[in-house]
């Protein structure tokens, strides 16, 4: 959360922009309510006047990560509306910068399913899903791209980038990002 925002956004924005700042931080179960209010310039009773709970504010948050994930591919799509390669390269680029971040924790999806053990959970649904539309953008394109078994590549690119996440928090391997990229273009450039 940038601070000069603070002031300009409305209480409710403000209070999303705090717990999503807090738990890509920190973690979901270690910020209190108190630190959400906190930082957002707010008081415990406005947030909760937004959001009954703080599973609601975690659904919000999430829904809104779901979404600006969507929103890149999206971009993409109309940046490089005949050009599956570029689109496919820029959602890696994508992930990439992510994972060159200062401070990377992870993926936050990886990390909210870690952090929430409870198979019902309304915010694993909603990564499933998340997860799934991903993987069919990341399928569509291999189609589109004319790779021999689409789903198969599909499958190892998003293995390769979920594993990627993993290894840059874990700090397992250097230079997580661009051995990637040269993974990914390895794979699709002579898929063979």
Request: charged share 25%; hydrophobic share 40%; aromatic share 6%.
């Amino acid at each position: 959360m940038r601070p000069e925002r603070t002031p300009q956004l409305p209480p409710r924005e403000r209070i999303v922009d705090a717990a999503q700042a807090l738990f890509l931080e920190q973690g979901i179960t270690r910020v209190s309510v108190d630190a959400i209010a906190a930082l957002a310039a707010s008081t415990k009773m406005t947030l909760y006047r937004h959001f009954e709970n703080k599973d609601a504010l975690v659904l919000e948050w999430l829904e809104r990560l779901t979404e600006s994930y969507s929103e890149v591919l999206d971009r993409l799509s109309a940046e490089h509306p005949d050009a599956p390669r570029e689109q496919l390269l820029g959602f890696l680029s994508f992930i990439v910068e992510d994972l060159s971040r200062s401070g990377y924790r992870g993926c936050p999806f990886t990390n909210t399913l870690a952090e929430l053990p409870d198979a019902d959970h309304p915010a694993r649904a909603l990564i499933h899903a998340h997860k799934q539309r991903q993987f069919q953008r990341l399928a569509t394109l291999c189609a589109q791209l004319d790779l021999s078994d689409p789903q198969q590549m599909a499958e190892e690119l998003t293995l390769l980038m979920e594993g990627a996440q993993v290894v840059a928090q874990n700090k397992g391997i250097e230079h997580v990002g661009e051995r990637l990229t040269r993974m990914v273009l390895r794979r699709i450039d002579s898929p063979g």
